[in-house]
């Protein structure tokens, strides 16, 4: 059974920073797309940012860019999102997924983790 499992602490002040960290079971996805998406009540779910099997391509929302940094590791079958200067407007349930079915951006991805809550106090 495949599985992703986020993890990280959910609450932080705005400006402050969190690390979000995705493991995988079940298969490797050494060459498989990775991708962050967040979903805030009411809203649809979101891409946050993408990167590429082997690390070398990374995609971000304008609304993380230069704020949030994507990473992964083959060898432990992760992948991570650092997030810094957190804002209130970034709170949401944050999903990992892997495999997307056609473009990064759209949340067609084979595999979902089930989702962390990270709430940013203002």
């Known amino acids: 059974q495949v599985q992703l499992v986020e993890s990280g602490v959910g609450l932080v002040q705005a400006g402050g920073s969190l690390r979000l960290s995705c493991a995988a079971s079940g298969r490797t996805f050494s060459r498989a797309t990775k991708g962050w998406f967040r979903q805030a009540p009411g809203k649809e779910r979101e891409f946050v940012a993408a990167i590429r099997w082997n690390g070398g391509s990374t995609y971000y929302a304008d609304s993380v860019k230069g704020r949030f940094t994507i990473s992964r590791d083959n060898a432990k079958n992760t992948v991570s999102l650092k997030m810094n200067s957190l804002k209130p407007e970034d709170k949401a349930v944050y999903y990992c997924?892997?495999?997307?079915?056609?473009?990064?951006?759209?949340?067609?991805?084979?595999?979902w983790g089930q989702g962390t809550q990270v709430t940013v106090s203002s």
């Open positions: 997924a892997a495999e997307p079915q056609g473009g990064y951006v759209l949340p067609r991805y084979n595999y």
